[in-house]
Each structure stands twice: as C-alpha cells, then as structure tokens.
T-cell receptor, first 115, second 119 residues
Framework: AQKITQTQPGMFVQEKEAVTLDCTYD???????LFWYKQPSSGEMIFLIY??????QNATEGRYSLNFQKARKSANLVISASQLGDSAMYFC????????????FGSGTRLSIRP | GAVVSQHPSWVICKSGTSVKIECRSL??????MFWYRQFPKQSLMLMAT?????????EQGVEKDKFLINHASLTLSTLTVTSAHPEDSSFYIC???????????????FGPGTRLLVL
C-alpha cells in the first residue's frame, strides 16, 4: 500500500528557531519522488522541495532541507530560522513512479510560529 | 517559472446550475493536469487526472458525468461541476505537471484554488 504519514497535527515554534516536520512513507516502488508543500490560509499549495529516491544527498532549498532516510522511509522537512510567514499547513507527499504521476498526500501538519 | 492560474477564485451559485473552473499553466506546457477537492482541515483528495487530448481518468467514487473535465490544450484544463448541489460546496484546486517523466519532472505545481459555495 502507498501511504504517507504525518504524525504531528499541529506544532508551535518560537520565531527564529529551527523546526522539523515529520513524515514517513510506505511504498513498494523502488523509484519514487518525495515532496513538501506549504498551504497558507489563502489555500494555494506552494511547492517547497523535492527529493528523488535515488538522490544520495539531502535536498536543500534556501531555509528548507529534507532529511531523507531511505532505510527508515522517512522524509522530514527541516525549516531553519523560522519566520512568522512560515505559519501554514505543511503537506508531505509522494509520487511512486509507477502511479502515472499521481501524488499521495499526508494529512498535514499545522505549523504556528510564535513571535 | 512554473506558475499555474485558476479562475475563478470564488464562486457562489444556486443549486442546479453548472459551474466551470479553468486551470492554466502560464509558463510551461502541461501534458497532465490534476483536479483535487479539499474539505476544511483535510488533505487534498484527487478527483481526476486530465491528459491533453484524451479523456480524463477519474478516481473511484467520483462521478464523471457530474464533474466534466476537458483538457483541450497543453496549457488549459477545465472542470465543470454540472447541476451543482450544496454538497458540492468545497475548495477545488488544480495542479499541472510539465512534460517528461521521472525525477523532479514529477513535481506538480498548483493553482490558487477555487472556493465553490452552492446555495
């Protein structure tokens, strides 16, 4: 079964601190992609970062990095130096490459940054 | 780059009317577009996959005669909610994927969404 699990429904973090959002996945595919999206209250889904299953290095995009541990099937998102504008819903997602490009989403984590 | 627009952003309509939502990829060609539905405080639910020039593939439980999808060009897909009822009220969001397969080309870029309220 293909599944994404986000165990943190909500998190509160102090501004300027780093935060880790947990994500584990389950797939029988050998080739897959992992993604993180941010959804602010406006509703748009903003693409943050991508990690391929064969990528040996963890992906980084500015303040975002993906802590990819393939053996543990985890793909945690790390946000360094959090900002008030980081308050949003965050979704972890996966595309098994056998799935005709369909994306499977986790249930999301609501991140709130305290000033 | 990778901008997807969606129109309209808000729709309020009477029960029984049809509503058309447009999804456009503005700076890339999208061979595949996806339509999702999202209820409050829930994750996205895939409704259908739309491929340019062919019929859409609907997910189990999604009525294809109620949610008509047309992908007429590489930059435009439309979702028409026919004979809308209050239970169709939801947030509808589209995404587009550029041509090519595998790797980061599998990244989907999302439109801003359309909030539909059926009275």
């Amino acid at each position: 079964a293909q599944k994404i699990t986000q165990t943190q429904p909500g998190m509160f973090v102090q501004e300027k601190e780093a935060v880790t959002l947990d994500c584990t996945y389950d797939t029988s595919d050998q080739s897959y992609g992992l993604f993180w999206y941010k959804q602010p209250s406006s509703g748009e889904m903003i693409f943050l970062i991508y990690q391929g299953s064969y990528d040996e290095q963890n992906a980084t995009e500015g303040r975002y990095s993906l802590n990819f541990q393939k053996a543990r099937k985890s793909a945690n998102l790390v946000i360094s130096a959090s900002q008030l504008g980081d308050s949003a819903m965050y979704f972890c997602a996966m595309t098994p490459y056998s799935s005709a490009s369909k994306i499977i989403f986790g249930s999301g984590t609501r991140l709130s940054i305290r000033p | 780059g990778a901008v997807v627009s969606q129109h309209p952003s808000w729709v309020i309509c009477k029960s029984g009317t049809s509503v058309k939502i447009e999804c456009r990829s503005l700076d890339f060609q999208a061979t595949t577009m996806f339509w999702y539905r999202q209820f409050p405080k829930q994750s996205l639910m895939l409704m259908a996959t739309s491929n340019e020039g062919s019929k859409a593939t609907y997910e189990q439980g999604v009525e294809k005669d109620k949610f008509l999808i047309n992908h007429a060009s590489l930059t435009l897909s439309t979702l028409t909610v026919t004979s809308a009822h209050p239970e169709d009220s939801s947030f509808y969001i589209c995404s587009a994927r550029a041509s090519g397969t595998g790797g980061s080309q599998e990244t989907q870029y999302f439109g801003p969404g359309t909030r539909l309220l059926v009275l």
